[in-house]
Nanobody
Framework: VQLQASGGGLVQAGDSLRLSCAAS????????IGWFRQAPGKAREFVAG????????YYTDSVRSRFTISRDNAKNMVYLQMNSLTPEDTAVYYC???????????????WGQGTQVTVSS
């Protein structure tokens, strides 16, 4: 599985961004996808995850009311809609693929390159 994350950028606090994760592979609907982020000087952390069917999804508490994860299996795409962004959301965002939906990095076998999200105050 190859993953390509995109959609990052520089925005102001309160703005929105939609990140995209394009995946290769014919069994995309069996692959769970997670979004992680890593801020400067901090460990990478789980942000959101969605099951292969799209029927199950999880968020970290700090983004639960602001971010929405979704997927389009016909297009092999996963999205992370981020609203009401704050400077604390500034990080490199990664999408990852695995066979077990989880919050730990070890649940995911494949990682895309990151996309930078910078939120100015």
């Amino acid at each position: 599985v190859q993953l390509q994350a995109s959609g990052g950028g520089l925005v102001q606090a309160g703005d929105s961004l939609r990140l995209s994760c394009a995946a290769s592979g014919r069994t995309f609907n069996r692959i769970d996808i997670g979004w992680f982020r890593q801020a400067p000087g901090k460990a990478r952390e789980f942000v959101a995850g969605i099951s292969g069917s799209g029927g199950a999804f999880y968020y970290t508490d700090s983004v639960r009311s602001r971010f929405t994860i979704s997927r389009d299996n016909a297009k092999n795409m996963v999205y992370l809609q981020m609203n009401s962004l704050t400077p604390e959301d500034t990080a490199v965002y990664y999408c990852a693929a695995g066979s077990v939906l989880g919050r730990m990095e070890t649940a995911y076998d494949y990682w895309g390159q990151g996309t930078q999200v910078t939120v100015s105050s």
